[in-house]
């Protein structure tokens, strides 16, 4: 049973959701029954149905539709609906991943779970265990800042997990430092990765970079007449990877970058509550994010919960809100574009080709170093190191000097698409999970 609730564990599941069926068809016992519980914490089309849509990802067998709420509240109603989901339905295992309410919610109700002792099927998993397996996939961050709230969900989750799947080494040891037994710690890379690897190529036919007026037609033209979709599926027909290519390309002192645009442009997300949840700290970053954009301007996806703040505190006037249409960016305007939060394939699309990512999320941090994209990071800590060691994030603070400096500074580095890739990050390792997973629920 697959856990999602948020927007980011959409990108997570959607490759063990696939891995699980590769599986079956191999005819390798045990066959695995999947079923898909969203427990509706994300509701709007932008910030759900669209990932369902754009990953292939099937529709949710259920949804508890818990909605937003306080923490207290969203967590105690996935809770109580979740235990009725969990004693009809009985899984031999529920994958949660990431830190959101939902993956903690679901993983307490699960600990204490007893099914029915008549249970047999369980039984022939495991006589003594009569509640589900519980899988945490990217088990083990720490951003050290219990401030936090995801930080908190980390820890419960990794604490009551049986099976804690890891991306990096950090987390490894984070683990271990923690008490957890190294029996139940795998490091199999990063599962968010391998579904970037699997969707770029159709990332490359979103047509966001010509809504978004940042296509230069001069430069479109001017290589051989070759478009940057004809250039993609060129390179695809040749059987090279993305990343092969962009390593020839940059052999060959060309960009690949270079092919899609001629307008330069900075990328923006910010939702945490402690960055727009108190006007000051808001208007501090705002600021910076103004001086940036005379340099450089920024397109800005807005998370519901930012839009939110923007009315209520009357920040309007830091943003060009342009029509959703056309967008009509143009060059000659230096600003902070505001637009409606984008699905996966487009925001893809849109951070591949920036030269520069401005967030305060966890999952960017780790799309932009496979990128090889200019990240800062408006935060005060990160629970993703590698993404640092890698060269290509930095984080900034909430300063405003230090946020300016730090995007001033990754503006002046060139973008390199064959910067090195932290360990395992290599797309396999939904099937490193599936593995294990189909080992441990044989025995
Ligand atoms: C949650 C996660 C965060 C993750 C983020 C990704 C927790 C504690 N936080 O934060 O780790 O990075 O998702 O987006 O689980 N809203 C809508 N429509 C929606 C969803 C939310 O309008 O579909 C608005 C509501 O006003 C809601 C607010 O956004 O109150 C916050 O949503 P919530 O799910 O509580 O937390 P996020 O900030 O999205």
Not at 49 to 73: C, M, Q, R, T
Not at 78 to 95: G, N, S
Not at 214 to 243: E, K, M, P, V, W
Request: overall charge neutral; glycine content about 4%; some cysteine.
């Amino acid at each position: 049973m697959h856990i999602v609730g948020a927007r980011p564990n959409f990108m997570k599941i959607a490759p063990l959701v696939k891995a699980i069926k590769e599986h079956n068809q191999t005819g390798i016992s045990p066959h695995l029954d999947q079923i898909i519980v969203h427990t509706g914490q994300h509701y709007d089309e932008k910030m759900s149905e669209l990932f369902f849509d754009h990953l292939g990802l099937p529709k949710p067998d259920i949804n508890l539709e818990v909605g937003s709420a306080s923490h207290a509240v969203q967590t105690a109603e996935i809770m109580i609906r979740f235990e009725k989901v969990l004693l009809q339905y009985q899984p031999d295992a529920i994958i949660v991943v990431g830190d959101v309410n939902s993956t903690i919610a679901c993983t307490l109700v699960a600990s204490k779970i007893q099914y029915p002792a008549s249970n047999l099927r369980l039984a022939t998993c495991n006589s003594k265990r009569r509640r589900p397996l519980i899988v945490h996939v990217e088990a083990g961050l720490r951003s050290f800042d219990r401030t936090m709230p995801e930080e908190i969900n980390r820890i419960l989750t990794d604490q009551l997990s049986d099976l804690l799947f890891t991306t990096e080494e950090d987390a490894n040891e984070n683990l271990k430092r923690e008490g957890i037994s190294s029996e139940k710690i795998f490091f199999v890379g990063n599962v968010m990765i391998d579904t970037l690897f699997q969707h770029l190529e159709k990332a490359k036919k979103s047509d966001i970079l010509n809504r978004l007026g940042l296509i230069n037609q001069r430069l479109r033209t001017s290589d051989q007449g070759l478009s940057t979709r004809d250039y993609a599926l060129r390179t695809s027909d040749q059987g090279l990877s993305t990343r092969d290519y962009a390593l020839r390309t940059s052999d060959q002192g060309l960009n690949t970058r270079d092919y899609a645009l001629s307008t330069p442009y900075a990328v923006l997300t910010l939702h945490r509550p402690s960055n727009v949840d108190h006007k000051e700290t808001f208007l501090n970053i705002l600021e910076a994010l103004k001086e940036i954009s005379q340099k450089i301007p920024i397109i800005f996806p807005a998370h519901p919960r930012t839009q939110n703040r923007i009315k209520l505190f009357s920040l309007e006037n830091y943003f060009i809100n342009p029509s959703t249409r056309d967008y009509g960016l143009s060059t000659k305007h230096s600003c902070i574009y505001c637009i409606e939060p984008l699905g996966y394939l487009d925001f893809l699309w849109l951070m591949a080709n920036a030269k520069l990512v401005l967030t305060d999320s966890g999952g960017i941090q780790e799309e932009t170093t496979v990128l090889g994209v200019s990240c800062v990071t408006i935060r005060e800590n990160t629970e993703r190191p590698i993404t640092v060691k890698m060269g290509t994030n930095i984080v900034a603070g909430t300063k405003k000097g230090n946020i300016i400096n730090t995007a001033l500074s990754q503006l002046n580095k060139l973008n390199n698409a064959s910067n090195p890739i932290p360990p395992l990050w290599d797309g396999q390792a939904a099937k490193r999970i599936v593995d294990i997973l189909v080992e441990k629920l044989s025995t």
